[in-house]
């Protein structure tokens, strides 16, 4: 049972459901409190404990069943109602009938015979013969809803057909040999009932097996994880995806962090002119004091290089920085190309998944046309009452300006302005300043400057703006 | 009181009036026997809330009860030094503490004697104990309702999830005050926000959705034991079919119960096209969701509409 409880916890995960170690820890503790024999308790044991999603409830019902069912019943021995003349004349028939059959037999039939007529239960090597035969341990036999294939695959092997038509026949030949009708048909019933029952095993057999392969290539890849670490511009549509879905829960885990320092860095210091203020009326004495309120949440500009190479990661920043709205006191957004764009409204009035297209659409991409020093001026025309002293200004951007002017003065004046500056790079230190690139010019205007290449460094470099 | 199963945990609500699912009674057995806080969720009006004041009751515990909304903080949530009151007892302390003072020979003999005091003004005289103070340092086991904690914002969730863990508090003019015994703690959200996932890891999880037919027709004649059994088995499935239809706001076991003593209240005999009219507002909060059940009812002949034509 432990070991099943195991296995089911793995599948859980590899499901994509979170299930800590604590949590597992707890379904434990609960199971040696309601035991295992109350199959409902049982199961809401393991629910309570491991599950705490509504969303997940349905992977956790579809799997529940498929680890702790109540297990098909053993097969009959049909021959317990026979005399013992009658099983002699079963066996000498058999043994006939096997002989003349020999040259056609394909399959097990001498083991299925064994298991059909004595009722003898399949034992696990047989099994494990059988499904790998039935090509269950190749690598791609994963996916849980092909058992009854896998099964039929498994019949096959047996000899399942070929079985049925030599029942057939000697149930004839008994009758020939003048066995007692009645026992014939008893006999034929029970048979017909241990072959379901066979058939249920293999499938449950097979199901099981694909299920632990498919546990086990889960665990194997990892994926997540791995995928943080890799560069942006190497994914696949596919990993794009997942990871999209992982930035959901990195939010969470961001806002969690920056709430909590948030409240530890809360408490404001005394204000004394406006206390002093309040409590003129009570003679000075001090009944109502006030505090001074610290902003603690950054006000943010964020200048968005959306060029064709920047676009994966401008996308997975714009998805995280707007998951974390309610840590951020205000957001203004631009994008560039060879131009500047004020794209705040686009992203505060769609879902984040259209406002990600919107922009991305709004701003094509040319050919080797970006001008940040272009952009940064018209920023400096346009919308310098976006930057003030309590201002962060992001730049997510590669510095390449296709030898346009950079625009340094202009960065200057605009990085002295605001509270800080920090640039995001995704390209690695040692490219800066190599082609078009005017990083160098740049980066000593910057307070802070991160190379943001994966999902895990743009989450540091977020972690960090936000304090 | 003991409970040692699962049926006794069902029995002991229902004497509280509240029908208890095997799925609610096995967690609550399982969150008091793990000494775990237990986090409901599920549609409002499903009966969350009432699971803890029902447990309460059956417990014969105090239920002290912290609703949560936006801009919830500490000093609302836990304790608050009462400043005012301390201002006011050192005014009027004032003539005391000058004769305390008057036959001090230095001052720092008189700070002596002041600091020797200072106690009197950071006592618990002074300090206001909010819900979770008051849950902490209670003398027996109490059960503590933390109301909609996805209302809180993620702060309160973080500074909650500190408390939560080991139930002490520190004051720092009192020092460390650790709970004498543990609340039995529930948490209910309605799910308008994604909690923490460390928060969720200490919680039990219990997902309250709509109760079946069956059980909800047995909420009803336990709770509005007035009403004609003929007729309640008529509004409850009413009601049942009224979820399916994919309305704004889906009417709750509690709208079903005031809906079943107005029917009371109105003498109903049986869900004819009048009641119906009169009484369906009672059930459905926006006119649209209205509109809709009534066209709806009427195409399908309706449970009472066919009948009342009789």
């Known amino acids: 049972m432990e070991d099943r409880i195991t296995k089911f916890i793995a599948a859980l995960r590899a499901e994509g459901v979170r299930v800590s170690v604590a949590e597992s820890q707890d379904a434990w503790e609960a199971i040696t409190h309601l035991g295992v024999r109350d199959r409902e308790a049982f199961r809401m044991s393991l629910r309570a404990t491991l599950i705490k999603d509504f ?29 013992e003349e009658e099983q002699q004349m079963l066996q000498e028939m058999l043994q006939q009938m096997l002989q003349d059959m020999m040259e056609q037999i394909k399959g097990d039939l001498q083991k299925l015979l064994d298991w059909l007529l004595n009722g003898q239960t399949p034992s696990q090597e047989d099994l494990e013969q059988l499904a790998d035969q039935a090509g269950l341990n190749q690598p791609n036999a994963r996916s849980p809803q092909r058992a009854q294939q896998y099964a039929r695959r498994m019949q096959q092997m047996l000899g399942w057909e070929q079985m049925q038509e030599l029942l057939e026949m000697l149930w004839e030949q008994l009758a020939e040999q003048g066995m007692d009708p009645d026992s014939i048909e008893q006999m034929k019933e029970q048979v017909a009932q241990n072959m379901d029952r066979l058939e249920d095993q293999l499938s449950e057999y097979a199901g099981e097996k694909l299920r632990d392969n498919r546990v086990e290539d889960a665990q194997r890849h990892k994926p997540v994880n791995d995928l943080m670490n890799r560069s942006f511009g190497s994914l696949s549509q596919p990993e794009m995806d997942q990871l999209r879905d992982e930035v959901r829960r990195l939010a969470a885990r961001l806002r969690t962090r920056a709430a909590l320092r948030q409240k530890r860095g809360k408490q404001g210091k005394l204000d004394a002119k406006t206390t002093l203020r309040a409590n003129l009326r009570y003679s000075g004495v001090p009944f109502e004091i006030h505090f001074k309120q610290r902003r603690l949440k950054p006000k943010l ?35 560039f190309v060879d131009h500047l764009e004020d794209v705040t409204d686009d992203l505060l009035t769609h879902r984040i998944d259209e406002a990600v297209i919107t922009v991305l659409t709004r701003l094509p991409a040319g050919h080797y046309n970006t001008d940040l020093g272009g952009s940064l001026r018209q920023l400096e025309a ?41 640039w995001l790079n995704p390209e690695y230190p040692a490219q800066w300043g190599t082609g078009d690139s005017d990083m160098p010019a740049y980066a000593p205007l910057c307070s802070e400057l991160y190379q943001v290449r994966n999902l895990a460094q743009l989450t540091d470099a977020i972690d960090h703006i936000l304090v | 009181m003991l409970f040692n199963t699962v049926e006794d945990v069902k029995r002991a609500l229902a004497d509280c009036q509240y029908i208890a699912t095997d799925e609610i009674a096995t967690v609550l057995y399982l969150a008091e026997k793990l000494g775990k806080p237990l986090l409901a969720e599920g549609p409002a009006g499903v009966g969350k809330t009432e699971l803890s004041k029902a447990w309460a009751s059956a417990t014969s515990r105090e239920l002290v009860r912290l609703q949560c909304y936006e801009g919830l903080d500490e000093s609302k949530a836990l304790y608050e030094w009462e400043y005012a009151k301390q201002m006011l007892y050192t005014q009027l302390l004032r003539d005391k503490l000058s004769s305390l003072l008057a036959d001090a020979t230095s001052l720092t003999d008189a700070a002596d004697r002041l600091g020797a005091e200072e106690d009197v003004f950071f006592s618990e005289r002074f300090l206001l104990p909010r819900p979770l103070l008051r849950a902490i340092n209670s003398d027996k086991t109490t059960v503590l309702l933390i109301d909609e904690i996805d209302r809180a914002d993620a702060e309160f969730e973080a500074f909650l999830l500190e408390v939560l863990s080991d139930f002490q508090v520190s004051i720092p003019e009192l020092g460390t005050i650790v709970a004498k015994h543990r609340p039995v703690v529930f948490l209910t959200s309605n799910n308008t926000r994604e909690l923490s996932e460390a928060l969720k890891r200490r919680c039990l999880y219990l997902y309250i959705g709509y109760p079946s037919a069956e059980e909800e027709l047995e909420i009803v004649r336990l709770r509005v034991p007035d009403l004609a059994p003929q007729l309640a088995r008529q509004a409850v499935e009413m009601v049942q079919t009224l979820r399916t239809l994919d309305l ?16 009371v209240t109105l003498n109903a005999r049986a869900l004819d096209n009048e009641t119906l009219e009169n009484t369906l507002t009672v059930l459905l909060k926006y006119e649209a969701d209205v509109e809709r059940a009534r066209r709806v009812l009427r195409r399908s002949g309706g449970i009472g509409y066919g009948r009342s034509n009789n």
Not at chain 1, 393 to 416: S, W
């Open chain 2, 248 to 263: 704004k706001k889906n009417p709750s076991v509690s709208e079903t119960l005031d809906w079943a003593r107005a029917l």
């Open chain 1, 382 to 422: 346009r919308h310098l009452d976006a930057v003030d002293s309590r201002t962060t200004v992001i730049v997510l951007g590669d510095g390449r300006n296709n030898f346009n002017d950079p625009g340094v003065e202009t960065f200057g004046r605009i990085g002295r302005r605001a509270r800080k500056l920090i």
């Open chain 1, 301 to 335: 500009v964020v200048i968005l290089d959306v060029s064709t190479s920047m676009r994966p990661v401008a996308e997975f920043f714009l998805r995280l920085i707007y998951e974390l709205q309610d840590q951020v006191q205000k957001t203004r957004s631009f994008a």
């Open chain 1, 55 to 83: 969303d997940a409830i349905p992977t956790f019902e579809d799997l529940f069943p498929q680890y702790f069912s109540l297990g098909t019943p053993p097969l009959m021995d049909p021959q317990s109602g026979l005399s």
